[in-house]
T-cell receptor, first 113, second 114 residues
């Protein structure tokens, strides 16, 4: 069975400071992992994905995530937060078939000017 | 724009009525997914199609819910005898298939059952 746990429901950072959104996964198989962002009243947008290639994955808008099998983690980071990063972020796991995807409960990111 | 589209965007219905939502995936994407998202929660998987075949159904999908994808193109999700607990955002996503698992989401249909 697959699942993800997003360790923080809310994260608040100052503009220009680093962002860290934490995600731990559970998977019976070699997982595929994703981060999605959801801005208010907008659709879910893919930030980045891990599918068993490089463990450090770079995504859009300066975000990146590192797959750590030993820690079963896939934390999302960004060196410098921008006001436009304020949104809801979801960590997602899929098994190797891609037939089902399991979303975390989300982390709401607030960026303080 | 050739993204995933969903119609209607909003639906208000009375308890006990039937509703049907439509999803048009990105052209040539053979995988199509339906999710339900309630306030403050992540999307919950409902069902999955590969082309016209419905291959996975969540236990969340009660007998009142049915989904189809005729000819492997657009899909419909019908809820019969709606209940207030069905109020949610219903999301559709498509993906290319093969080893490309990333999903592209539509804007969703917000259902309110009064």
């Amino acid at each position: 069975a697959q699942s993800v746990t997003q360790l923080d429901s809310h994260v608040s950072v100052s503009e220009g400071t680093p962002v860290l959104l934490r995600c731990n996964y559970s998977s019976s198989y070699s997982p595929s992992l994703f981060w999605y962002v959801q801005h208010p009243n907008k659709g879910l947008q893919l930030l980045l994905k891990y599918t068993s290639a490089a463990t450090l994955v770079k995504g859009i808008n300066g975000f990146e995530a590192e797959f750590k099998k030993s820690e079963t983690s896939f934390h999302l980071t960004k060196p410098s937060a921008h006001m436009s990063d304020a949104a809801e972020y979801f960590c997602v796991v899929s098994d190797w078939t891609g037939n089902q995807f399991y979303f975390g409960t989300g982390t709401s990111l607030t960026v303080i000017p | 724009d050739t993204g995933v589209s969903q119609n209607p965007r909003h639906k208000i219905t009375k308890r006990g009525q039937n509703v049907t939502f439509r999803c048009d995936p990105i052209s040539e994407h053979n995988r199509l997914y339906w999710y339900r998202q309630t306030l403050g929660q992540g999307p919950e998987f409902l069902t999955y199609f590969q082309n016209e075949a419905q291959l996975e159904k969540s236990r969340l999908l009660s007998d009142r819910f049915s989904a189809e994808r005729p000819k492997g193109s657009f899909s419909t999700l019908e809820i019969q005898r709606t209940e207030q607990g069905d109020s949610a955002m219903y999301l559709c996503a498509s993906s290319p298939g093969g080893e490309e698992y990333e999903q592209y989401f539509g804007p969703g249909t917000r259902l309110t059952v009064t």
